[in-house]
């Protein structure tokens, strides 16, 4: 029999439908398989949500303790006044520290030198006649004692710890102005002047400031007011309190502070490498 023209084009269609659908699922057979685990014949597991891991254990955030606020200038003044002496040596008036309880008064021999009657008046007393024990004419240095003992002595600091810009404190006897306090800055904390190391500052020194204390950030004493440059400002300078300390270390209690004294050849190689300074004048 034959077909007409519609039955033909029908029988194509359904021809092709079935076709089609014999394809698609031959396409689809491999989707399916590459599904199965390839390890096993267990059927894929349904994949569970991952437990949340614990972050890790970070370590306690490193909190610095506090650094200890450095007291207030008021106080370290008032410290520092407190073993500062005024000191009258006949004419000469200066000014001295209080480094032992015991008695002992250091100031310099400018101050003292050749004086019959030396008297030391420590901070809210009175006068006290004290006498020279021991003198260093190269560090103008001088021991004195009295014959009873102070209220208070100081604390002695490290002077080799100074450093440019680091602020000081310096009491004495200004014009007689006793127990006066000016405060500054280290200028240079090691300059060599006829071979003996100073502390070079740019202080308000005035005649009768010599002898007094310098006093660092601390309100610990670090050198000795000794003298200014002739015709200038703001060039003062002290003797390291670790030279005082290593020339009279017998007298002096200072358990923390270094008793040796710089070694001989650095200060004549330093003060070789120093430029022709003008000569000191003391601050009497």
């Known amino acids: 029999m034959r077909l007409g023209p519609f039955a033909a084009r029908v029988g194509f269609l359904i021809a092709s439908y079935a076709l089609g659908v014999a394809s698609a699922r031959h396409d689809a057979t491999p989707a399916i398989a590459e599904r199965l685990p390839v390890a096993g014949s267990t059927p894929e597991a349904v994949p569970s949500v991952p437990a949340r891991v614990a972050p890790?254990?970070?370590?306690?955030?490193?909190?610095e303790a506090p650094r200890a606020e450095a007291p207030a200038w008021s106080r370290v003044a008032a410290k520092a006044q407190a073993w500062t002496v005024a000191v009258r040596a006949d004419q000469s008036y200066g000014?001295?520290?209080?480094?032992?309880?015991?008695?002992f008064v250091l100031t310099n021999l400018h101050v003292v030198d050749?004086?019959?009657?030396?008297?030391?008046t420590p901070f809210g007393a009175d006068a006290i006649a004290a006498e020279l024990?021991?003198?260093?004419?190269?560090?103008?240095?001088?021991l004195l004692r009295v014959p009873g003992p102070l209220a208070s002595e100081a604390q002695i600091g490290h002077s080799k710890a100074l450093g440019v810009g680091d602020e000081v404190l310096a009491v004495g006897s200004p014009r007689k102005m006793y127990f006066s306090v000016s405060r500054g800055m280290?200028?240079?904390?090691?300059?060599f002047l006829d071979g003996v190391e100073y502390i070079q500052t740019d202080l308000p020194i005035n005649v009768g400031n010599s002898g007094g204390p310098l006093v660092d950030r601390d309100g610990k004493v670090v050198g000795i007011v000794?003298?200014?440059?002739?015709?200038?400002?703001?060039?003062?300078?002290a003797l390291?309190?670790?030279?005082?300390?290593?020339?009279?270390?017998?007298?002096?209690r200072a358990a923390d502070a270094p008793r040796r004294a710089a070694p001989a050849s650095a200060a004549v190689a330093e003060r070789a490498a120093e430029p022709a300074a003008v000569g000191p004048r003391p601050a009497r």
């Not at 890790?56 to 909190?63: I, Q």
Request: charged share 25%; hydrophobic share 50%; glycine share 8%.
């Open 56 to 63: 890790e254990a970070r370590p306690a955030a490193v909190v």
């Open 114 to 120: 050749g004086a019959k009657l030396i008297t030391v």
């Open 226 to 237: 000794s003298f200014i440059l002739r015709d200038s400002q703001g060039i003062s300078f």
């Open 186 to 191: 280290v200028s240079f904390p090691n300059r």
């Open 95 to 103: 000014a001295g520290v209080a480094v032992e309880k015991a008695g």
């Open 133 to 142: 024990i021991d003198s260093d004419r190269e560090l103008d240095l001088a």
């Open 240 to 252: 390291p309190i670790d030279r005082a300390v290593a020339r009279f270390g017998e007298h002096l």
